[in-house]
């Protein structure tokens, strides 16, 4: 059985950082693109960021580039998002997800596992 879970989560006052982790189970996902995603209350997930298989390829939203990066363990079967310079804006609960496929996509319904969600709070 496929598992994503995440960690790291937490509450950081603006400005500071945080580090997520999601660890794969059940299969190597090796091959395959590793996104996160984040969705605040009353809004639509929103792609944050996106890794090739081979880790050779990242995407970014335009609201975390320059500020968050992600890195991705394909021997632990890991993908992290280092997160930086947080604002209250960054507030969401954060997803970890995995495409059947090398190409990272922007669209959420492209992926085909989910983790259950970490919750970030950046504080004013």
């Known amino acids: 059985q496929v598992q994503l879970v995440e960690s790291g989560g937490g509450l950081v006052q603006a400005g500071g950082s945080l580090r997520l982790s999601c660890a794969a189970s059940g299969r190597t996902f090796s091959r395959y693109a590793m996104s996160w995603f984040r969705q605040a209350p009353g809004k639509e997930r929103e792609f944050v960021a996106g890794?090739?298989?081979?880790?050779?390829?990242?995407y970014y939203g335009d609201s975390v580039k320059g500020r968050f990066t992600i890195s991705r363990d394909n021997a632990k079967n890991t993908v992290a998002l280092q997160m930086n310079s947080l604002k209250p804006e960054d507030t969401a609960v954060y997803y970890c997800?995995?495409?059947?496929?090398?190409?990272?996509?922007?669209?959420?319904?492209?992926?085909?596992?989910w983790g259950q969600g970490t919750q970030v709070t950046v504080s004013a």
């Open positions: 890794i090739s298989g081979s880790a050779t390829i990242t």
């Open positions: 997800a995995v495409r059947l496929s090398r190409e990272v996509l922007l669209t959420s319904t492209r992926y085909d596992y």
